[in-house]
């Protein structure tokens, strides 16, 4: 059985989002940490801990 993830889009994001396949998969975690260089902060930490005020302005859900 395979699993795939699916974001809908902007606004689908909340709080907490990721983490599980991040601790779990070393494939996730890589993306995630490119993420953060390219973007030049924790968008990861952002994603994984908020506060969900955070998260929801469009250039962070868009990564600029």
Same mark, same amino acid.
């Given at each position: 059985?395979?699993?795939? @993830? &699916?974001?809908?889009?902007?606004?689908? /994001?909340?709080?907490?989002?990721? @983490?599980?396949? @991040?601790?779990? @998969?070393?494939?996730?975690?890589?993306?995630?940490?490119?993420?953060?260089?390219?973007?030049?902060?924790? &968008?990861? /930490?952002?994603?994984?801990?908020?506060? /969900?005020?955070? &998260?929801?302005?469009?250039?962070?859900? /868009?990564?600029?």
């Amino acid at each position: 059985m395979k699993t795939a @993830y &699916l974001f809908p889009g902007q606004g689908s /994001q909340w709080t907490g989002m990721g @983490y599980e396949i @991040y601790h779990k @998969y070393p494939e996730a975690k890589a993306v995630f940490d490119e993420g953060d260089e390219v973007v030049g902060f924790s &968008l990861s /930490q952002m994603c994984f801990d908020g506060p /969900q005020v955070e &998260l929801d302005p469009i250039p962070n859900q /868009q990564c600029w």
